[in-house]
């Protein structure tokens, strides 16, 4: 703010004379502020790696009157359930259009079934090839980690796991069947990984990046 009896005809050589602290104490400040929340919104579309599936997300209004108590659905066509690649599958997501928080939980909700579908056999599968074998898998939405492993044998994974390439999928399952052995991340576990996953230094690095590029829409919840 600018003094009332400040001579005015001297702010432009005021502010030339101290160009640089002016640039250097902006970029301080906006460097410090933090940043601006991500934009929510349901995506067009959602590739699922794991079965080489690209699925096309339709908002509609609910089907529902206004006045039923749960106006957020999640319609898939008939047959959606198996593996189709053409023509492209539909996921059609019932919500009111100034609702995306309820759409998108509507998404995760048909998420988690196909990762019902999904996530068991091939962790069964993984678990065969390295004689490691869990007691029990529960599927769940955790909000800060992809997968655990309890010490009474039952590995929980995150429905997101849906949107990981192959290759990581199978490295974070072998990390987690591997602290059925080792519950901890000592050299003896990191030996245990490595036999079935030589790359995993690789994957594990691949694994952190792709978790920050994770949109808004699957971070939500």
């Avoid at 690095?205 to 919840?221: I, K, M, Q, V, Y």
């Amino acid at each position: 703010m600018i003094p009332n009896r400040f001579p005015h005809a001297q702010i432009p050589d005021l502010v030339a004379t101290h160009h640089d602290w002016i640039v250097r104490t902006r970029a301080r400040i906006l460097a410090a502020a933090p940043p601006s929340p991500p934009v929510l919104e349901i995506p067009p579309s959602i590739e699922l790696p794991l079965t080489g599936e690209v699925w096309t997300i339709r908002s509609e209004p609910p089907v529902q009157r206004p006045t039923s108590p749960k106006p957020t659905t999640v319609k898939p066509p008939p047959g959606t359930q198996l593996r189709l690649f053409t023509p492209s599958p539909v996921v059609i997501i019932h919500h009111h259009p100034d609702d995306v928080d309820a759409g998108i939980r509507a998404l995760h909700t048909w998420l988690r079934d196909r990762a019902d579908h999904l996530l068991p056999p091939l962790l069964g599968q993984v678990a065969v090839d390295t004689g490691l074998n869990p007691k029990r898998v529960v599927i769940r939405s955790q909000r800060t980690r992809w997968a655990s492993c309890s010490a009474r044998g039952t590995v929980t994974l995150n429905f997101r796991l849906l949107l990981l390439p192959p290759d990581l999928l199978r490295h974070l399952f072998i990390h987690e069947l591997a602290h059925l052995k080792q519950m901890n991340h000592s050299s003896r576990f990191w030996a245990l990984v490595a036999r079935f996953d030589p790359e995993w230094r690789g994957h594990r690095a691949e694994l952190r990046a792709f978790e920050r590029d994770l949109p808004a829409w699957a971070r939500f919840g």
